[in-house]
Structures are given as structure tokens and as C-alpha cells.
């Protein structure tokens, strides 16, 4: 989904942030401050979201701006992926969450699957790390890495956490209404894809 306006807002906004954080000079200050209120009115003006929800978002961004990082762990049993329902939107989507600070993506997939699903995991492998703005995903006052983790369930048992009320498994032909926020119906197919080819290539944008 390529949403130009979406794109110029977030360059601003990045501008913005990059102006905040180095710049000394109070006048320079107030222009950048003033950059960052006119991404807020494009976001608000083309979006749903309330004008203090977007600026909460920008305004908790500090120092150089960079992309966020979504980590998903991809699981597969008997030809059909682990999806979990989130809490937030009652769809499904692949286990995962924001990197954190101090963990590594490996670290993170885990902690996440675990708290997400009640399994236990170990990784095996980078599958892929896409670029939201490429992909169908809904627009986003956020620029958002995804990176894809294969996992291996090694324990533990299915069960819901604060975030997820139920924990599945599906068939690529039978997915469930997905929360494309964080996954669409494409990625999973193409996750699919590595089941059959063994020297697929990873996904990278």
C-alpha cells in the first residue's frame, strides 16, 4: 500500500524529530515543533485517530527517528501455522510483539510466543524482514520493520495471555479473519511457501 500523503507525514514527522533532538537555536526549535504539528493535522485530516492520540505517539519519540521493530514467530505443525487471537481487535495474527530494549530478536520471538501462546520455543532460522509500507497492512502513524522468525514448539501448552484469548492452528487455505495491523493474508501464504521449498530465499523489502 503505497499512500503518499501517509509517507510525506511521516518524513515530516521524522524531520521533526531529528530537528528536536539536535537543534539549539530556539527559533529552529519552534519551526521544527511546528512541522511536527502539521504531520499531526495530516495524519488526524486523512485517519480516524483522535489529534492527542497521534501526538502521544509522536511526542514519546525522542532522539534520531528509526524505523519500529515488530518481531513474529512463525510455527508450523502438521502443515498448519500458530496464529493467536489479540484481545485488542478479536482477529488472529502470528505470535509477536515490539522488540524490547536489551533483548535480541531471538530472545524476543520466544518471550513473545510464550506469553502470546503458552508454548515453548526454539528458533531456527530469519525467514524474512518486510517494510510495512510495501505490504496491505492499515495506515500507520508508524514506520514499522517485521521480522519473521521460524520457531520449533519444544514444550509448554496452548493457552491465551493478557493480549490473546485463543491460540490455533491453521491451514493456508482455512485462515481465520487475520489482524493485518500486524499480518496479511499475502505473508502468511508466502510464509507457506517454506514448508514446500527448502531453499527459499529470505524475504527481505
Not at 478479536?90 to 515490539?98: C, I, T
Not at 503458552?118 to 497492512?137: A, P
Not at 500486524?182 to 527481505?204: G, H, S
Request: proline residues 3%.
Amino acid at each position: 500500500m503505497n499512500l503518499k500523503w501517509l509517507e510525506w507525514a511521516k518524513q515530516i514527522q521524522a524531520i521533526s524529530q531529528n530537528g528536536l533532538a539536535y537543534s539549539k537555536d530556539i527559533y529552529d526549535l519552534e519551526r521544527f515543533e511546528q512541522l511536527r504539528d502539521l504531520s499531526i493535522t495530516i495524519l488526524n485530516e486523512y485517519t480516524d485517530v483522535e489529534v492527542e492520540k497521534i501526538r502521544t505517539i509522536f511526542a514519546s519519540e525522542k532522539g534520531y527517528a528509526t524505523p519500529k521493530v515488530d518481531v513474529r514467530g512463525v510455527v508450523f505443525q502438521n502443515d498448519e501455522i500458530l496464529l493467536v487471537r489479540e484481545r485488542l481487535d478479536g482477529a488472529w495474527a502470528l505470535p509477536g510483539g515490539w522488540a524490547d530494549i536489551g533483548l535480541s530478536p531471538r530472545e524476543v520471538v520466544i518471550k513473545e510466543i510464550k506469553e502470546e501462546s503458552g508454548y515453548d520455543v526454539r528458533t531456527i532460522r530469519l525467514l524474512g524482514i518486510l517494510d510495512t509500507k510495501f505490504h496491505d497492512h492499515p495506515p500507520s502513524a508508524l514506520h514499522v520493520y517485521k521480522v519473521y522468525i521460524l520457531c520449533e514448539i519444544i514444550g509448554g501448552d496452548a493457552s491465551g495471555g493478557m493480549e490473546t484469548s485463543e491460540v490455533n492452528f491453521f491451514k493456508e487455505d482455512q485462515l481465520p479473519e487475520l489482524s493485518t495491523e500486524r499480518v496479511t493474508e499475502k505473508q502468511i501464504k508466502e510464509l507457506f511457501k517454506f514448508l514446500r521449498e527448502a531453499d527459499k530465499e529470505i524475504l527481505l523489502d
